[in-house]
Every structure is written in structure tokens, then in C-alpha cells.
Antibody, heavy 117, light 108 residues
Framework: EVQLVESGGGLVQPGGSLRLSCSAS????????MNWVRQAPGKGLEWVSS????????YYADSVKGRFTISRDNAKNSLYLQMNSLRAEDTAVYYC??????????WGQGTLVTVSS | EIVLTQSPGTLSLSPGERATLSCRAS???????LAWYQQRPGQAPRLLIY???TRATGIPDRFSGSGSGTDFTLTISRLEPEDFAVYYC?????????FGQGTKLEIK
């Protein structure tokens, strides 16, 4: 059974940093591109970033480019999102998601990031 | 960047009725790259339809997807109480994913 478990969310001040983690199990982690998708409170879904299985190919949404860094450790079956220079508009539930082709078949339960003073 | 616009924003129907949700793209979307999700309060999204019309594993056959190019539709033939939720369409292209803003399906 595929499982994705996010952690690392919390309250952070504007301009601060936070590192999210996603622990994966139930599939061959290193062979899959992995993604982060976020959802602001009461709002819709927004794709944030993706990273290929080898980490060679990385993409970011324009809204986070230059501030967020996606990475992975295939030996630990883990995905990360380093978030710097956080803004109020980054407040959201952050989901780890595994695509199956051009759609997301598997999602974690999400971790809440709140950026506020 | 392709923008997906969903309509209506909110749809009020009764159990047993038929629901028709629309997703319109600002540019043509290849059908294999169009998906639909259901999200219940406090839960992660759940994949319903991929490739515009293929039901995901375990999805009841009252859910169906159709369309091509710039116009796609999600139909729920007979609403069950558990179907009242928010629905999103999603497309993939140019190495990025975009979602529609969602349609909230509420009980009338």
C-alpha cells in the first residue's frame, strides 16, 4: 500500500524558514517523480514543485521560485521542501503527491504551514 | 500557462439528482492530461477521473468524464450523500500542473 506522510509544518514568522518532509512507503520511491501541492485555507489547489527520481530535473511554480528548494533522499525514501523567505501568502496545507503519469494518484494527509507574526 | 475555469462555482442539488460540472481551458488540453479530483472537508484530494474519461480504481460508475480540446465535463449520474464535496479539474503541460478553482457541490 502506498503511503505518504508529511511532517514539519508549523507556525513561522514572515521572512522565516521551514523544512517540510514527506516519508514514502509501499512503492519503489527512487523511480518516481515526486511533487508538492499546496492549498491555502478555504482556497483551491496549487502545484508547487516537482523533482525527478534521480533529482536531475526540478521544476517550481513561479510563486515560489528562488525561495523554495525541493530535494529528496532515495536511501531514506524521503522528499523535502526547504522554504525560505516565507510570506503570509505561503500559509497553506502542503501535500506530498505522487503522480501516475500526468495526474496525482496518491496524496499524503498534508501538513499545515502558517506564516504569521 | 493554461488556465482552467470551472463552472458553476457552487452547485446546489438534492440526492438522486444528476450533477454536471464544467472545466474550460484557456488553450487546448490533450485528453490524456486532464483529470478530476474530489475533496471532502479535512481530507486530501482523491483522484476520480484521468485521461478525461477513465475512472480511477474504486470509483463508482455513477462518475463519468467527457470532453476534449478546451471543454471537459464531470457528470455524476445520481447523487449520493457522500458525493457532496468540492471537485477540481487538473491539467498537465510544459512540465507543470494547473488546477481549476473548484466547484462546490452542496446539498439543496
Amino acid at each position: 500500500e502506498v503511503q505518504l506522510v508529511e511532517s514539519g509544518g508549523g507556525l513561522v514568522q514572515p521572512g522565516g524558514s521551514l523544512r517540510l518532509s514527506c516519508s514514502a512507503s509501499g512503492f519503489s520511491f527512487s523511480t518516481y517523480t515526486m511533487n508538492w501541492v499546496r492549498q491555502a485555507p478555504g482556497k483551491g489547489l496549487e502545484w508547487v514543485s516537482s523533482i525527478s527520481g534521480s533529482s536531475r530535473t526540478i521544476y517550481y511554480a513561479d510563486s515560489v521560485k528562488g525561495r523554495f528548494t525541493i530535494s529528496r533522499d532515495n536511501a531514506k525514501n524521503s522528499l523535502y521542501l526547504q522554504m525560505n523567505s516565507l510570506r503570509a501568502e505561503d500559509t497553506a496545507v502542503y501535500y506530498c503527491a505522487r503522480p501516475d503519469g500526468p495526474h496525482f494518484r496518491y496524496w499524503g494527509q498534508g501538513t499545515l504551514v502558517t506564516v504569521s507574526s | 500557462e493554461i488556465v482552467l475555469t470551472q463552472s458553476p462555482g457552487t452547485l446546489s442539488l438534492s440526492p438522486g439528482e444528476r450533477a454536471t460540472l464544467s472545466c474550460r481551458a484557456s488553450q487546448g488540453v490533450s485528453s490524456p492530461y486532464l483529470a478530476w479530483y474530489q475533496q471532502r472537508p479535512g481530507q486530501a484530494p482523491r483522484l476520480l477521473i484521468y485521461g478525461a474519461s477513465t475512472r480511477a480504481t474504486g470509483i463508482p460508475d455513477r462518475f463519468s468524464g467527457s470532453g476534449s480540446g478546451t471543454d471537459f465535463t464531470l457528470t455524476i449520474s445520481r447523487l449520493e450523500p457522500e458525493d457532496f464535496a468540492v471537485y477540481y479539474c487538473q491539467q498537465y503541460g510544459s512540465f507543470m500542473y494547473t488546477f481549476g478553482q473548484g466547484t462546490k457541490l452542496e446539498i439543496k
